[in-house]
């Protein structure tokens, strides 16, 4: 069993930036592809971003490319998701997800079904 705990959220101005993390419990973080979703009212949950288990493969939907930036350590267990030049319609709970497959395909790890475990959610509010 894998525990999640999403943190970093808060309140910001357009413009403004914010770091995400979540902790991962297990020993077997390492083998685990990551990703980010995010949730907005009355909206369907939304991939964000995903990274390999080794860190060296990363994903982004096209709203957030050149934007936020997801990364890993492994020896911290631990997953971030940097968010710089945030915009309003970013308003939405993050979340944080863990694929102990290890991330079927570039396709598959942009699906929530990928993902066995998930985080309790951190809200994240951009103000115009």
């Known amino acids: 069993q894998v525990q999640l705990v999403e943190s970093g959220g808060g309140l910001v101005q357009a413009g403004g930036s914010l770091r995400l993390s979540c902790a991962a419990s297990?020993?077997?973080?390492?083998?685990?592809?990551m990703g980010w979703f995010r949730q907005a009212p009355g909206k369907e949950r939304e991939f964000v971003a995903a990274?390999?288990?080794?860190?060296?493969?990363?994903y982004y939907a096209d709203s957030v490319k050149g934007r936020f930036t997801i990364s890993r350590d492994n020896a911290k267990n631990t997953v971030y998701l940097q968010m710089n030049s945030l915009k309003p319609e970013d308003t939405a709970v993050y979340y944080c997800?863990?694929?102990?497959?290890?991330?079927?395909?570039?396709?598959?790890?942009?699906?929530?079904?990928?993902?066995?475990?998930w985080g309790q959610g951190t809200q994240v509010t951009v103000s115009s």
């Open positions: 997800a863990a694929d102990p497959k290890g991330g079927s395909s570039p396709a598959a790890v942009r699906l929530g079904p990928e993902y066995d475990y």
């Open positions: 297990g020993r077997t973080f390492s083998s685990y592809a």
């Open positions: 990274i390999s288990w080794s860190g060296g493969s990363t």
